[in-house]
């Protein structure tokens, strides 16, 4: 931690070497824990401050090289940006301490920088922590979390609002912070750095090519899911790997589903092809799909929602469904193909 409490109470916050060789030998205190704290002055990590004895709750987690100079980072950036900056803020009413807090007018952010693994029900329960007090946080995933695409790993800090729709931030602690909007099949990408901010694109599509390899390891290797599914479609005289070339078009690229959305979309198929899909049915078997404890920040009901919807609409866009009544029918059968070469064969102009 970059602050501690002199015995007069007192916040002196660490910015570097030179200062930290300046107060070596004063008397520091924790901010939660009132306990002693020394300054640690390393030529690996930044100066900083560390319990004496056993680390308090709020302190408990450590920090790493990258943490610590995140944070420092962080606060540039926001001064950069014309935000009043504070580092390490300690909230007693919720026993909560923020990594950065940014402010401008009448708006105040948390910024917590998570490099180390968290469990979804202490990310959750900190979240609400700081609503309470009426503050909103946004989590920075560091470079423990970045990928090109996101997956289970980062669902959990999912957010959503109106401004952004589902999104992540992430930032590698030195150089960038990056905002990805989840978009159809895609995510936008904003780069904020000491530079322009610049945007991107980063597509989820596959080539099919690299579609057919992937069902075909998966039943090489047999995959649990995937045998899973191989077994529905045995059952009615077909093969995964002949699975309808719709079924991996328009993907949402929204993350935090139990299963790979095209499984759910094949899956979905083997239940409901060849007969009149009433709405219970069909509610029924997407209801089936929710686990909060893969987005605990959002509503996963929502997330699973929208990719059912988009499902239903490309089937209807494309002929094989119509609307009814009682829910749906259809119209024509997505076509099965004998096997992996075929489906590529097919997939030629």
Not at 4 to 13: F, G, L, Q, S
């Amino acid at each position: 931690m970059f602050v501690a409490m002199t015995t007069d109470e007192k916040r002196i916050t660490l910015v570097d070497h030179q200062q930290a060789e300046q107060l070596r030998g004063g008397t520091y205190l924790c901010p939660a824990c009132r306990e002693p704290v020394r300054i640690k002055n390393g030529q690996v990590m930044p100066a900083h401050f560390a319990h004496i004895g056993p680390a308090c709750d709020v302190d408990s987690e450590g920090e790493s090289t990258i943490h610590l100079q995140g944070k420092q980072w962080l606060m540039q950036l926001g001064e950069q940006l014309g935000y009043a900056v504070t580092l390490e803020v300690y909230y007693p009413e919720i026993r909560q301490r923020a990594d950065v807090v940014w402010q401008k007018a009448d708006r105040t952010l948390i910024l917590e920088f998570q490099c180390s693994p968290l469990k979804p029900q202490r990310l959750k329960e900190r979240t609400k922590g700081y609503a309470s007090i009426g503050l909103e946080v946004i989590w920075i995933l560091g470079p423990h979390y970045y990928s090109q695409r996101p997956g289970n790993m980062q669902a959990k800090f999912l957010r959503w609002d109106e401004t952004h729709g589902y999104h992540l931030w992430y930032s590698d602690g030195s150089s960038f912070l990056e905002l990805w909007q989840a978009r159809m099949g895609y995510f936008e990408v904003q780069r904020f750095s000491h530079g322009p901010m610049h945007m991107r694109q980063v597509r989820v599509a596959q080539s099919h090519q690299k579609i057919v390899r992937l069902i075909d390891n998966a039943l090489h290797y047999r995959e649990r899911q995937v045998m899973a599914l191989q077994q529905m479609a045995y059952a009615q005289g077909k093969h995964m790997s002949g699975l309808p070339w719709l079924v991996h078009e328009h993907l949402t690229a929204l993350i935090g589903l139990r299963t790979l959305e095209w499984q759910l979309r094949a899956k979905w198929l083997l239940t409901f092809q060849g007969g009149d899909i009433s709405r219970e049915m069909n509610q029924n078997f997407w209801h089936e799909q929710v686990t909060s404890a893969l987005t605990p920040l959002v509503d996963n009901r929502a997330i699973v929602t929208t990719v059912a919807t988009v499902w239903l609409e490309l089937l209807m866009q494309n002929g094989y469904l119509q609307r009814t009544d009682q829910g749906w029918q259809w119209l024509k059968s997505l076509e099965w193909y004998v096997d992996s070469v075929h489906k590529l064969a097919a997939s030629r102009p």
